[in-house]
């Protein structure tokens, strides 16, 4: 597959336990985020999103966490699967249209 | 609903050349943007078009440059191409611009020797 970063944070997780992965964004003016997940060979896929005005909100096995006073979101995975080895981003906007800014990423690879 | 469709998915080229890329947005998406992934930067925004108009611009040379269709499809354009241009180039496409969901397509894996 194509490597998308060669020097990425790696996150490890065995099967079945809760991975958590942090962002820290940079704009204090930005107001919506997402997670984006990237498997090789493939484009960012969209996971959850969260606006400024809340500060958690849940999905199907993923939860993400806002803190607007230190400029940190997190992404909480419950019982982690093979599946979820991949690439993830965080992204930032702020109303008006302007430019998804992308993370680094962080690598998740789960141990079967 | 067929996804973010770009082409072509590889492709190699020599410095000094150009390359147009192609990008098929979702039906009824009438924004597409354009992301350059390279594994020291990331992933950086190109350009953004919206009905037809260049809406959003990043910090690119003029080297780079894109189009949109009255169909929404998407290409875009880089010429004299430098060895720093090989990348994986994403298209993403939206119905509500970059505020909201992008979904983005394969990518265009260009290689510059």
């Known amino acids: 597959g194509e490597s998308v970063g060669l020097h990425l944070p790696t996150l490890s997780v065995q099967e079945g336990d809760n991975s958590i992965i942090n962002c820290a964004y940079s704009n204090s003016a930005s107001d919506y985020f997402i997670w984006y997940k990237q498997e090789s060979g493939k484009g960012p896929q969209f996971i959850i999103d969260i606006r400024s005005n809340m500060d958690k909100r849940q999905g199907q096995r993923v939860t993400v966490l806002l803190n607007k006073t230190v400029k940190h979101l997190s992404l909480q995975i419950a019982a982690t699967q093979p599946g979820d080895s991949a690439v993830y981003f965080c992204a930032e906007t702020h109303s008006g249209n302007t430019p998804l800014v992308f993370g680094k990423g962080t690598r998740l690879s789960v141990i079967a | 609903k067929a996804g973010v469709t770009q082409t072509p998915r590889y492709l190699i080229k020599t410095r000094g050349q150009q390359v147009t890329l192609s990008c098929s947005p979702i039906s009824g998406h009438r924004s597409v943007s354009w992301y350059q992934q390279t594994p020291g930067q990331g992933l950086q925004f190109l350009f953004e078009y919206f009905s037809e108009t260049q809406r959003n611009k990043g910090n690119f040379p003029g080297r780079f440059s894109g189009r949109q269709f009255s169909n929404s499809r998407s290409e875009m354009n880089v010429s004299t191409l430098e060895l720093g241009d090989s990348a994986l180039y994403l298209c993403?496409?939206?119905?509500?611009?970059?505020?909201?969901?992008?979904?983005f397509g394969e990518g265009s894996r260009l290689t510059v020797l």
């Open positions: 993403a496409s939206s119905s509500q611009g970059t505020t909201g969901e992008l979904f």
